[in-house]
């Protein structure tokens, strides 16, 4: 069964930094196209930076040049490397992950607070 379980959420100041971690179960992480969303209260969801399996990115306009996604595939795991966070910023960070089209699968949510 595909798990996927986010950390490294929490509380920060403006200006501050954090990284979040989404760690797979399943095969063939490699070939999956990986994820990170966000849904502030009140707001739907939005895509925060995307990464194919050949690691071509993409990213929402309000984080270009601030988050950046990465992954290793020996440890089955994605990152979001969140910097110069603002307090628009704070929502519900979910990891998804896609091994072809039509066929996706959700983490749990991680919390991200940017406040002061």
């Known amino acids: 069964q595909v798990q996927l379980v986010e950390s490294g959420g929490g509380l920060v100041q403006p200006g501050g930094s954090l990284r979040l971690s989404c760690a797979a179960s399943?095969?063939?992480?490699?070939?999956?196209?990986m994820g990170w969303y966000r849904q502030a209260p009140g707001k739907q969801r939005e895509l925060v930076a995307g990464?194919?399996?050949?690691?071509?990115?993409n990213y929402g306009d309000s984080v270009k040049g601030r988050f950046t996604i990465s992954r290793n595939n020996a440890k089955n795991t994605v990152y979001l490397q969140m910097n110069s966070l603002k307090p628009e910023d704070t929502a519900v960070y979910y990891c998804?992950?896609?091994?072809?089209?039509?066929?996706?699968?959700w983490g749990q949510g991680t919390q991200v607070t940017v406040s002061s």
């Open positions: 399943g095969s063939i992480f490699n070939r999956w196209a």
């Open positions: 990464i194919t399996s050949d690691d071509s990115t």
């Open positions: 998804n992950g896609s091994p072809r089209i039509g066929i996706e699968y």
